[in-house]
């Protein structure tokens, strides 16, 4: 009967914590305080099992006379795991500071994932992606598949490209927009400002000129994509 008992506790407490996870995901977006709460699910979640743990072996066997060795032996085990779930990244992060030698803005790739070392901290690294938001990736989840390209000195690619834009600001206001973005973007080599010059216009657009330095092609299409998306001729 006990044993029953148990094992609908057990069931129970799964299927409250899938119907909380599936809440939170529902409402996350809309209320703040449920998107706050998103993130503590992943700790909340083992101390729920901890706690049904501990109720469940006291329930099972407080009775018997091995009671405390079973108790000791379930303080250990859990100890043990909680230990590894909180080292794991720190041992990992050792290892992969060894084997790596990184340094920020360094190229990083992981399976989808790519953008630029932001920075290297004690149980994860900071991936700034070509979107300008930042990835956290354990060092657990690192492996063989992370990719660098390095940067030598003078080693980059250089693009000059032109653009039209829509007429809604002056020519100096606009050009200062698109600078701006420039400079704000992570795929630029800023250390020479890029240029931005004005060309010609007519009735419907602006024409400038832009001139950029980046580590490779790839990083100068990202900013032709996103500079033709906020300011490129709508027709």
Same mark, same amino acid.
């Given at each position: ?20 996870? !599936? %809440? ?5 977006? #809309?209320?703040?305080? @449920? ?7 992943? *700790? /909340? $979640? ?78 994860? !690294? %900071? ?5 300008? #938001?930042?990835?956290? @990736? ?7 598949? *992370? /990719? $660098? ?87």
């Amino acid at each position: 009967m006990k044993v029953i008992i148990v094992f609908i506790v057990v069931l129970t407490t799964f299927f409250l914590i899938q119907f909380a996870r !599936i %809440l939170v995901k529902r409402f996350s977006k #809309k209320y703040r305080l @449920i998107s706050d709460l998103k993130r503590l699910i992943p *700790v /909340i $979640s083992p101390i729920i099992w901890v706690v049904v743990g501990f109720w469940s072996m006291k329930y099972l066997f407080r009775d018997e006379v091995y009671y405390n060795l079973v108790m000791s032996s379930t303080i250990v085990i859990i100890s043990a795991l909680l230990g590894w779930f909180f080292m794991k990244d720190f041992i990992a992060g050792i290892v992969f500071r060894l084997q790596n030698k990184f340094t920020k803005g360094d190229y990083i790739q992981f399976g989808n994932f790519y953008g630029h070392l932001e920075s290297m901290l004690l149980t994860h !690294i %900071l991936i700034q992606t070509k979107e300008n #938001k930042l990835l956290k @990736i354990p060092y657990s989840r690192l492996s063989s598949e *992370v /990719i $660098s390209e390095k940067m030598e000195t003078k080693s980059f690619e250089e693009s000059k490209f032109a653009i039209e834009t829509n007429k809604t600001d002056s020519i100096k206001n606009t050009e200062s927009a698109i600078r701006k973005m420039l400079l704000a973007s992570p795929w630029l080599i800023i250390n020479n400002n890029p240029e931005v010059n004005f060309i010609s216009e007519n009735e419907l657009c602006y024409q400038f000129e832009i001139h950029v330095q980046a580590r490779n092609n790839t990083h100068i299409n990202y900013v032709k994509e996103a500079i033709n998306k906020k300011f490129g001729l709508k027709r």
